[in-house]
């Protein structure tokens, strides 16, 4: 297996998040834009994703190019990013943000795709593929935030530059041969989402991500407003994503154990938690450490569950597409309806209160998987 290939794409692809995530609210921010304004934004990177893995998806399934099409919306988010350097209107920046992440937003699902079929039976190494992900995540926020300290939010855009030209670099020496899978498994796609297990699972990753858009867009904004710097703000995301990776680690030992619906569940609660102790705690700096220590939980227990789960029931043909819905729902409608919220809610109801109701939110996600996915449904 080619790990080192596959490992090497997701390393700039989540290095690249630990820029734009962490720090693109700070850099519209300092062009002068509300909290509504960014919300709307940050909206946009999302809800792309309702729609462009699912185009893509399809395409990479019935033609068998999914590295293809990796490299090609790798290329072309690059070129469309790079129109952030020519103007900074509301207007411009939005049809910029709604290109970029049309193309941006394709790559992963696909990839996710070619990893699995490259794994074979041997899915449980995921993890130690993913987490190199992770490590560029951490490596980014840790030199950006004190890089953001001296020199001010302008240098972002051309950082991102570097990072989404790693992506498409690396795409290049990936692995083609597992784009190319066939089988005589052809369940219409239709017949599966008609299955209340699948459904209820699709939910559920709607709920968990849409309990994250506060975070996403606003916990930087709400560290920074609150007195912390730039430097502490990016180690306090590393550390999230450095218990991240320590469950990566331990995931192939996690699931035989507890299994995927508990593991699933308990993240669920377990996020709900985290969202109340930012909200009400902000200034009590071992309460937030806490807090990010459980990202070890709503995104690592989390994503490594609902993928598997996705992996499961998304067979032959019908893989492409089931990684896409993933991304699409969860990430993208899930994040963009999030996002949206807190930015109507913020200035309204102010910070605490935005992040209960991302408690709330998660906490129904939480109730629909201990309703509808139990073990007389699934053999987890």
Known sequence: MPYWRLSGFYLFFFASLGALIPYWSLYLKSLGYSAQEIGIFMAIIMATKIISPNIWGYIADRTGRRMAIIRLGSLLALICFAGVLIAQTFWWLVVVMVAFSF????ALPQFEATTFNHLGKDTHHYSSIRLWGSIGFIITVVLLGPLLDDNGASI????????????WLSSLIAPESASNHHSADDVHLWSLLKKPTILALLFVCLFMQMSHGTYYTFYTIYLSESGYTNS???QLWALGVIAEVVVFLFMHKLVPKFGLLFLLQLSLALTAIRWLLIGFFVQEVFVLIAAQ????????????????????FFTGRNQ???QALYSSLSFGAGGAIGSYISGMTWDVLGPSLTFWIASVIAMVGFVIARIWLNSSHIQA
Do not use: M, Q
């Open 232 to 234: 502490v703000i990016g």
């Open 156 to 167: 972002l855009p051309y950082f991102l530059l570097v990072l989404f030209a790693g992506i």
């Open 320 to 322: 492409g597409i089931g």
């Open 103 to 106: 193309f941006w937003n394709a």
């Open 293 to 312: 220590l459980l990202h070890a939980a709503s995104f690592g227990v989390y994503h490594a569950a609902a993928i598997h789960l996705i992996h499961r």
